[in-house]
DNA sequence: CGGTCCGGAGTGAACGCTCAGTCCGTTATA
DNA sequence: TATAACGGACTGAGCGTTCACTCCGGACCG
């Protein structure tokens, strides 16, 4: 049975970044993780060499749907502003209705080794990204800021109410969105 | 003698500060605090009660500095703009000039009782902040948005960026700790 | 003043426990 | 029945915490 292998592994992966998302990487064991995912321990280690190749493989996952919510959003075509406010609405959306993946990928951040994760990914990862603020500098309509300033200006704030709305000190609603979304606009726009 | 002990517990808070902002809160044992502080295991808990008790301690220390540096640098009298440009660039220093500090903050607050810490305190420790916002918005130079929505957007992009600039991946000088700072206030400002 | 005693800071081997990972008996499949 | 998938008791390493002990500077005798 393909099938139930295929179930098992993601629901494996799908206890672990439950846990992990609440608990944080140290804070769950291989054993809570078999009993979430109604499996045995040893289980585990037939789909995954390790805890840390399920924690990857987890991120890897997790950072490609972000990934695709870019592209799916992002149409080279149209102005440049309707672009950003169009991505980083959904993203934010994103992240608030994906509570346990955003909680995941900042404990995997926090981490020693998701630092190293970053370092060798993110240029490659985040070229869409830059391009895109390359193509609103080009055009005089965002500051002339390195990218990662403008990256800092536009995704710190999301991450940091995100989590805020996700621990309750805040709502998000479509309304505090929008006018999120449209005061990072004028964070960067020129 | 006395003087000693203040020595003793304060080399033990400095040295579990920072190894746990390098290798986070369940990845350093006492026994290797012991060892950096030059002390012996034991003398960790002449000086406090459990591990909990010393990640709480050194939380107070550093969070303490923080609010701090907002005192020392709110004039009420002053115009808002020049508050926030001043206030938000010496935080900003703040934590780039501390940089274990910072990471113990961010190890501290993702870990599962760091949670429950912010949600007691939060209330009590922003009110200078919040006061300070209010003020914008009364004299009509800050947008009309919910408080946390302001402080995302004023510390995100702080925090996001301290930590890029930590790690290398971008270099924040004189120069760009004012534009980033400018265009914070662009964000927030009517 | 020399010698003895003593309180308490300091120590680290040892303890109980939990963890990631293994291994082999059991179960399901074909 | 043969083969592959599975489960969970088990293992050794490593953790936080303890506690019996050492050490030393000052108090107190004779």
Redesign the pocket.
């Known amino acids: 049975?393909e099938k139930?292998?295929t179930d098992?592994r993601t629901a494996i992966m799908q206890a672990a970044m439950e846990l992990i998302a609440e608990q944080g990487l140290?804070g769950?064991?291989?054993?809570q993780i078999?009993q979430k995912a109604?499996?045995?321990?040893?289980?585990i280690?037939?789909y995954f060499k390790?805890?840390?190749e399920l924690i990857g493989a987890i991120h890897e996952q997790v950072h490609g749907q972000f990934v695709e919510t870019f592209i799916e959003n992002y149409a080279p075509q149209q102005p440049v502003r309707e672009n950003y406010l169009r991505i980083f609405t959904a993203l934010i959306r994103l992240f608030i209705a994906n509570p346990f993946e955003i909680k995941f990928i900042e404990q995997f951040y926090n981490s020693p080794y998701g630092v190293a994760k970053k370092r060798a990914q993110e240029v490659e990862c985040e070229k869409p990204l830059f391009a895109f603020f390359n193509q609103g500098k080009d055009q005089q309509v965002i500051k002339d800021l390195p990218f990662e300033i403008l990256l800092g200006l536009s995704l710190g704030p999301l991450i940091f109410l995100a989590r805020d709305h996700l621990n309750g000190f805040v709502d998000l609603n479509d309304q505090t969105i929008a006018a999120l979304v449209g005061a990072n606009w004028d964070a960067i726009k020129r």
Do not use: C, E, L, W
Request: aromatic share 4%; hydrophobic share 20%; glycine share 14%.
């Open positions: 049975m139930q292998q098992k140290h769950t064991p291989t054993s078999a109604g499996i045995g321990v040893g289980t280690y037939r390790d805890k840390d």
